[in-house]
Every structure is written in C-alpha cells, then in structure tokens.
DNA sequence: TCTCCACTTGAACGATCGTTCTATTCTCCA
DNA sequence: TGGAGAATAGAACGATCGTTCAAGTGGAGA
C-alpha cells in the first residue's frame, strides 16, 4: 500500500492546525496553505471534503497516541513509574511545543460530538482502544480488572484535562500533579492488592 | 445593580449553544435567534462583540459550577462521597441534557487558548478558583497541603476530561469510574493521614 | 509516439461569518 | 407633555467559509 506524499502531507497539516485552532477555527484554506498544497489536490484525495479529511486525522493520530502510552508504560521500571512518565511526557512535549495541545482528538471531541455522528463514533472507537490499552496493563499488574478499568477511564480522561488545563495556564505543572496522583491511586491499588 | 433580563437572555442562550457547539461553532446569528433578541440588542450590551460576550459568559458560568462543586463537597457524609457525589451530579445532568456538554468552559479553553489571550485569562481565573475551593476542602479534612493541591488539579482535570468522554460515548458510565476512582484515591490519602 | 488517467491548479460559487449602520420605539424624569 | 437617552429592529457590508469546476500537467503503459 503505497501512500502518497501529498496526501500525508495534508493530513499532517490539518494534525497540526487542528492542535492549535480545532476543528471549526481551522479552515479549508488554513490546511491547503499549510500543506503547500491546492483545494483540488485535498479534495481530490478526500472526496467527501473536511468531515473525510478528520476521521482520517482521528484514524491517523489515534494509534499514535496510544503506541506512545503503551511504550511508556511497558518500558518503565515499575507500572507506578510508568504511569508519572506518561504525564511526564505530556508535560515536556506541551512545554517544548510552546503550549500547543500535544493531542487534537479531545478537542475535535468536544466540538463536534453533538452534530456529527461519525466523527463521533470515530473518536468513540480511539477513546475506547487507550482506555483497553491502559487497562489491560493495569490488570496485568494484578490490579483486579474493574478497578483496572476505573483506573484506565480515569487516566485517560485526565490527560485529555490535563491538557487543557495546561493550555490555559501555558504551564506543565498542572500534568505533573495530575501524574502524581496517578501514580499514587495506582500505587495504593498495588499495595492493596499486595497484603 | 439591576441586570437587564435582555442581557441575561443573551448570556444564558449563549452559554447554552457554547455547550452544544462550541465557541466557534456558535455563531452571532445563532445566539440572537436563540435569546430571542436582535444584533442590535447583542451589540448594545456587548459593544466589543463575541469575545467580550464570552469572557461574560466565562465570568458567569464559571462561579456557578464552583457554588455546586462547593455545595456537593460541604453537604455529604464524608469527603469521599462528597468527591464521588460530584462525579454523580455531572453525570446525572449530563444524561439529563442528552449527553449535552454541562460546561462550555473547557470546550472554549480548548478551541481559544492558543488565540485569545484574554479568553485564556478569564478561563485560567476560573479554573484557578475551582482548584483552590477543591483544595481547600481536601486541606481542611487533613489532607496534606501539597498533596490536596494534586488532587484538586486532578478532579478538575478529570471532570473537564470526563465530559469529553462521557459526551463522546453518550454514557454516564466513564463519569462514575473517574467518580469511583477519585474517591478511592482520596480515600486512600485520609487513610494514610490517620495513621 | 500516443493515449489515458491520476494529479494539480486556482478561479469561482452561494452561503454564512462577525460586525456596522440607520431608523424606529420605548421609558422615564423634567 | 415633551425631550433625551436607552433599547430594539433588521437590512446591509466586506470577508471568509466549504466546496465545485473547468482547464491543465506529467508520467506510465500500448
């Protein structure tokens, strides 16, 4: 499956002014500027025009996202460890990006869910494989697997928090703390399970 | 100091549209057919336009969603249902409202930050109260300073968050697991603090 | 070399955006 | 009762929105 520059090249575009301005402050034009492109060549590869173009941002960015959450859970040296750094890296990345949201999806959430049902379902489908993904990490470490779930729905609801809070105070304090008390909450579940 | 029911019409149907599209999603247009008014009125009690008009509804809406969040904390039992009540509450609005954001604030936070400076400020006062009200409540049933703080961060995220799942999936459920888990977690800190 | 089609180009369409404007009506105190 | 300012009314402005379209370009297979 050969995947064309151009076409990558708009979806990356539209990733980054999504992140900035989201869905509605981001115009077809702002995306064909951005991705050195013309209207005829987005159109051309999205037929169906912006709705097409963002699920196929939500298809893209999703997996992303969720490749960086495991990879930073898996590789810490123990899962509390892991679960700070995944705030951590949120912060650093929000910080080094001069407070642009690392993450478009929460936000085209916010702004579409109420009118159009298939980006919805789209951001539903994301939503529900990070929530899988944390969890099953969480009961891996032999936190019972309802708990785990709580855990999970928790964590990612206060990245997607975190992120606005520290957007509108430009600062990475706000995920610090968030990623302290993760870790503590998951720290008191493990000792629990431990005695 | 008399309000004019005119300017409170305004206000409160734009906090309304705010909620289920958005700030840029919302247009002028909209909010005078939905107040009822004329573009006239709008822009005799809101001279500077929408931007003046959302720093007013940030002004507005904000303080009422801390008075609930205090109201909910101070009348339970305990803190911990008192934590988890508010998750309840959210939740219970939000299916009321089918699945209608309850708070148009972070939405704007998220769509505006990165533009609208003094949008981002008044936004940033309002979180900044609602994590001190929290914190306070935390602190005052002998939860560390520092640690209180984290967590007051964390439910404000985790609320913010959680609507942005919560309306996403059209479920109640992801507001009562972050609910479930925040108790837990601050449960967990009176445990350790009665040690 | 010719043909064909994926791809590019950018002007143009009607709709809608935030805002402004002039005109009119209401309200209330001198 | 008359006059002044507050409030209402809605048409109109230029800009920009998402999208469409006709015209071209370029490279690969016959």
Same mark, same amino acid.
């Given at each position: 499956m050969k995947t064309s520059t151009t076409a990558e090249a708009i979806l990356n575009a539209t990733i980054d002014l999504f992140r900035e301005l989201g869905f509605n402050g981001t115009s077809m034009r702002d995306i064909v500027k951005a991705s050195k492109t013309t209207a005829g060549s987005v159109y051309h590869f999205f037929p169906s025009g912006k709705d097409e173009l963002t699920v196929e941002v939500i298809k893209h960015a999703g997996p992303m996202y969720q490749s960086i959450i495991e990879t930073l859970l898996d590789d810490a040296a123990d899962l509390t460890e892991g679960v700070y750094s995944v705030y951590e890296q949120a912060a650093y990345t929000l910080a080094d990006t001069n407070?642009?949201? +690392?993450? +478009?999806i929460g936000g085209i959430a916010r702004e579409v869910a109420s009118i159009k049902p298939e980006l919805r379902f789209a951001i539903a489908v994301v939503f529900s494989a990070w929530v899988q993904a944390t969890q099953e990490r969480l009961a891996n470490a032999r936190i019972e697997p309802e708990v785990a779930e709580d855990i999970a729905v928790t964590m990612v609801a206060s990245i997607e928090g975190g992120f606005t809070l520290a957007r509108t105070h430009r600062s990475a304090e706000p995920l610090l703390s968030i990623g302290r008390s993760m870790q503590s909450l998951v720290g008191s579940q493990l000792i629990r399970q431990g005695c």
């Open positions: 407070y642009l949201d +690392p993450c +478009p």
